[in-house]
């Protein structure tokens, strides 16, 4: 399973992906010409970033989110202190010459990405309470209430419907 690995002034490199990304990307850094302390990603010819290097996937090998034969661009990401992106480089010169729509999908990934993160944050936890501003009471969040006409309800015959009683300790004796 080999990638290609497209960098610099149309340098490319064939990279096998049969790795974890802790030897993946590493790689990678060393033959691109990046730093150590750099985080390096790649992203398709399209722009869709592939997020190779959070955590959780350290283990993980490569081939697991690439696709065998493709051709990926390594980025530079710069995040804050918010862990946000805040930057980010190709590591292709000429890139908006070459790629023009990469740009502007790695831009609209990450602005897409924000705005659901803050979704989460402002959406109230599940059982929380908040007053209404009419009443001023506090109406429950973690209730379903669901109302049924009786005439949806399937009607059932006494003799689809057997209940037994329980007989309490009591055997039936054989004759």
Do not use: W
């Not at 033959?31 to 350290?58: I, M, P, R």
């Not at 690439?66 to 930057?87: F, G, M």
């Not at 009786?150 to 055997?171: D, F, M, N, Y």
């Amino acid at each position: 399973m080999f990638i290609v690995v497209k960098y610099a002034d149309n340098q490319k490199m064939l990279v096998n992906s049969l790795c974890t990304m802790k030897i993946f990307l590493p790689y990678i850094k060393e033959k691109t010409g990046c730093q150590k302390e750099d985080e390096v990603d790649l992203t398709d010819e399209a722009g869709f970033l592939k997020h190779l290097s959070e955590k959780n996937k350290e283990d993980q090998h490569a081939n697991q989110f690439l696709i065998s034969r493709e051709t990926y661009l390594p980025v530079i990401l710069q995040r804050n202190k918010n862990n946000y992106l805040e930057n980010f480089k190709v590591m292709v010169n000429n890139v908006e010459e070459q790629y023009p729509e990469i740009l502007e999908n790695l831009q609209q990934q990450e602005s897409k990405k924000k705005a659901a993160q803050n979704d989460e944050l402002s959406t109230p936890v599940k059982g929380s309470h908040r007053t209404s501003p009419q009443s001023g009471k506090t109406p429950p969040t973690n209730r379903l209430l669901v109302a049924r006409p009786e005439a949806a309800l399937p009607k059932r015959s006494r003799s689809s419907v057997q209940i037994s009683p329980k007989t309490k300790g009591k055997k039936k004796k054989k004759k």
